[in-house]
T-cell receptor, first 112, second 114 residues
């Protein structure tokens, strides 16, 4: 079956630091990959996605590249801000299906 | 913008009570979902529906049921709430299948069972 593994948090960084949150997956076929973000007290918002190998998703300064050879989709940002403090979820969906499989979430805390 | 609205943000219920969590989406989406979110476990799918009156079990359906009488509304029902159902519940919807099938989430309902 499908599964997503992401690094455990919390990840604590100072403002303007470089961010990496690791995500690896197991899936049959060629899934689409997603990063969702959950700000405090809110639901999940789609941050970025990639639908095929070597695609790069990007949004709000965040990037992730779909690496089929390493089954990874690591999230990166060059310079984090306090407003980036949130929980980040990596997820996959088989293109033939409707459902997402989520990782356990990684809490990011950015200090001024 | 797509809007997924969960009617109750915070609920406190007693053990054994019947609990209804309501979700409405305004974009004529085919698919609707109920997830449960717990620390360290991520989101786990309880039930989903791909059409009116249709439902499929997700990964953790035990103790829950659902109802989809109208396309825009998907209800999660706890027939007899228990303390281990204290959690955050997230409703979601999506238009169909394929690459453009983005899933949109509501803001969540925090349920505490005492």
């Amino acid at each position: 079956g499908n599964s997503v593994t992401q690094m455990e948090g919390p990840v604590t960084l100072s403002e303007e630091a470089f961010l990496t949150i690791n995500c690896t997956y197991t899936a049959t076929g060629y899934p689409s990959l997603f990063w969702y973000v959950q700000y405090p007290g809110e639901g999940l918002q789609l941050l970025l996605k990639a639908t095929k190998a070597d695609d790069k998703g990007s949004n709000k300064g965040f990037e992730a590249t779909y690496r089929k050879e390493t089954t990874s989709f690591h999230l990166e940002k060059g310079s984090v801000q306090v407003s980036d403090s949130a929980v980040y979820f990596c997820a996959l969906r088989n293109n033939a299906g409707n459902m997402l499989t989520f990782g356990g979430g990684t809490r990011l805390m950015v200090k001024p | 913008d797509v809007k997924v609205t969960q009617s109750s943000r915070y609920l406190v219920k007693r053990t054994g009570e019947k609990v209804f969590l309501e979700c409405v989406q305004d974009m004529d989406h085919e698919n609707m979902f109920w997830y449960r979110q717990d620390p360290g476990l991520g989101l786990r799918l309880i039930y989903f529906s791909y059409d009116v009156k249709m439902k499929e079990k997700g990964d953790i359906p035990e103790g829950y049921s659902v109802s989809r009488e109208k396309k825009e509304r998907f209800s999660l029902i706890l027939e007899s709430a228990s303390t281990n159902q204290t959690s955050m519940y997230l409703c979601a919807s999506s238009p169909g299948t394929g690459e453009r099938n983005t899933i949109y989430f509501g803001e969540g309902s925090w349920l505490t069972v005492v």
